[in-house]
């Protein structure tokens, strides 16, 4: 692991803090934008992080998508404690996984074409859902958080390298 600690990725309507990981502002982000060969080379470490984090963030919003088509209290959660939350979704990953062991005929999963999954998240492009940041200031530290960022971005540009 890059940087030690629990993070949520999030877009960039949220501050960056040790709590909330998001892209560098200004900087390249959509993942459309490095879809070309050409478009590989990074301009700098930012714009790097900027890439890999709209990548996770595309994973972790179909991963959602997918559990919602199955699960409809994801898309209708009522307000239970936060703690009820994190268990129904905890328990909807397991159901979810328990069933892509144990049903091979189940509609959610039969896998297209590999080069259909490639070319369709090549396709995806991330929108940011806020231009202006919040103040989330009571949730981490924001210093703390751009250091972390910046110690990320260094470790994912040296990989580069190596």
């Avoid at 390249?28 to 900027?50: C, L, P």
């Avoid at 959660?77 to 009820?84: S, Y």
Wanted: charged share 25%; hydrophobic share 35%; glycine share 4%.
């Amino acid at each position: 692991m890059i940087c030690a600690g629990k993070y949520y990725v999030v877009d960039s309507g949220y501050a960056n803090t040790s709590k909330f990981l998001t892209s560098y502002r200004n900087i390249r982000y959509h993942i459309a934008r490095f879809s070309s060969a050409n478009s590989r080379e990074y301009a700098s470490m930012e714009e790097k992080v900027n890439h890999r984090h709209a990548c996770l963030r595309n994973i972790v919003e179909r991963t959602f998508g997918i559990l919602k088509q199955r699960f409809r209290i994801l898309s209708t959660m009522r307000p239970f404690l936060l703690e009820t939350q994190r268990d129904v979704i905890l328990a909807c990953f397991v159901l979810h996984n328990f069933i892509a062991q144990y049903s091979m005929t189940d509609p959610i999963f039969t896998a297209p074409k590999m080069e259909e999954v490639e070319s369709d998240a090549n396709d995806v492009a991330l929108t940011q859902l806020h231009e202006d940041a919040q103040d989330h200031s009571q949730v981490g530290d924001r210093h703390k958080g751009d250091r972390m960022r910046q110690h990320i971005a260094r470790a994912i540009w040296e990989q580069r390298r190596h």
